[in-house]
């Protein structure tokens, strides 16, 4: 089809999920113009020799400012509070450039794995005060030409026990933080720590994004609080909960009285399959829960919900490549989910994730932000399952980077 839009660049042979043939798509001006089944025009053109196009990763829940502390500290910690209290001391020596320099590491190699979204947790307090803030909004403008990042800022350690925390967050918050994030289950008063942020979220009209209900006891938890606040304060749509692996050890009954009230509350769930596996259940030797909350059947019932990486190579998770495709892989085998809900489990990190993070210019369709990402597969069932690299991709239609396929060299 000749199209009458002046084109800037045209992909040929993409395919797209849920369409049976390769396309062409356009695009103008960063944005997708067109997507037909052949456009004729002068403009540059690439081909995506019949590969899947996505458009990119959405990272939902990463600690960049604490990413990549290998040899900084032991890993004989063993729990949460453990891991929690190795960075807290570490990040009293925290600089701006060293936080730069790890979170640029992290950052490209989400780029190089086809990550185009990210949200990261930005730990303020009197220990960091705002180090890591800065040095994650000077990430956040130097990498824009690959990723757009948001930074939620949070109080790891508590919030009315950690005297001047608020007014850093104040602060950060007046500084162009996007969002603002918590850890209810670290105060000596959880509840009254949710109250103070909802209330710094209304004054400064952003949304949240909490830690909850990290442990594996069926009973207790804030999750409740949290979906009643939401309602009464009508931000549905706005409030998101990450972890909350409690509900990986609930009765069947109790999981879907949950999801029923997250859905109707408009509260949003992550899971962090890698921090969850590696400190769930560490007291047990045999028969070691999973603690992965089954985020994809709560997607099935109407919750917002994605996979995240969350940490990399730290106290909480000594590992990590920030591959989005492999991290909803491994959410897949722990979760036992079958290739009939691959697609599902890829939403999780693709469209699921980009509606928890409200990302109204996202998606493979005429008028949104020309990001694509094309795999080394022709279809989503190949790419899930075999957790295929991306081969090249496109930021607002310009290229990149490049991930050439493995050449093998035969004697």
Not at 33 to 46: F, G, K, L, R, T
Not at 233 to 251: C, D, F, N, P, W
Request: overall charge negative; glycine content about 10%; proline content about 4%.
């Amino acid at each position: 089809m000749r199209t009458p839009v002046t084109l800037d660049l045209v992909v040929n042979n993409l395919r797209l999920r849920g369409r049976d043939a390769p396309v062409s798509l356009g695009i103008a001006e960063g944005r997708i113009a067109a997507i037909e089944s052949e456009i004729v025009c002068d403009a540059p053109v690439m081909d995506a020799c019949g590969r899947l196009g996505l458009p990119g990763f959405v990272d939902t829940h990463v600690h960049l400012d604490k990413a990549c502390l290998l040899g900084r500290c032991g890993h004989a910690h063993g729990d949460l509070k453990a891991a929690i209290a190795a960075v807290s001391e570490l990040k009293r020596g925290f600089t701006e450039e060293d936080v730069y320099a790890r979170g640029a590491s992290c950052l490209e190699r989400a780029i190089g794995h086809g990550t185009t979204r990210m949200r990261t947790h930005v730990e303020v307090d009197p220990r960091a005060g705002l180090r890591s803030f800065r040095a994650l909004k000077q990430l956040k403008r130097d990498y824009a030409w690959a990723l757009d990042l948001q930074l939620c800022v949070f109080p790891q350690e508590g919030l009315t026990n950690d005297p001047g925390c608020e007014d850093l967050l104040v602060e950060a918050l007046d500084d162009g933080a996007d969002l603002l994030g918590g850890c209810p289950y670290t105060d000596t008063d959880p509840v009254a720590q949710i109250d103070r942020l909802f209330a710094l979220a209304a004054r400064y009209d952003v949304d949240l994004d909490l830690h909850l209900d990290f442990d594996i006891e069926a009973s207790g938890g804030h999750l409740d609080e949290i979906c009643r606040r939401t309602e009464a304060t009508k931000r549905g749509g706005r409030v998101a909960i990450g972890h909350v692996t409690k509900l990986s050890a609930m009765t069947r009954e109790a999981f879907e009285s949950a999801a029923v009230r997250l859905a109707s509350a408009g509260v949003a769930v992550t899971a962090l399959p890698a921090t969850d596996l590696y400190l769930m259940g560490r007291a047990r030797f045999a028969d070691r829960p999973r603690g992965v909350t089954a985020v994809h059947e709560l997607a099935g019932r109407g919750v917002a919900c994605s996979v995240a990486t969350n940490n990399v190579e730290n106290p909480f998770t000594p590992f990590g490549d920030l591959s989005l495709m492999r991290m909803a892989n491994l959410y897949a085998n722990v979760a036992q989910v079958g290739p009939d809900g691959f697609s599902t489990c890829l939403d999780l990190v693709t469209d699921g994730a980009a509606r928890l993070m409200r990302l109204d210019d996202y998606g493979l369709r005429v008028g949104a932000a020309g990001d694509l990402v094309v795999m080394d597969a022709e279809s989503e069932e190949a790419a899930f399952s075999s957790i295929a690299q991306p081969v090249w991709g496109l930021k607002r239609g310009r290229r990149s980077f490049d991930r050439p396929a493995a050449v093998l060299l035969r004697p």
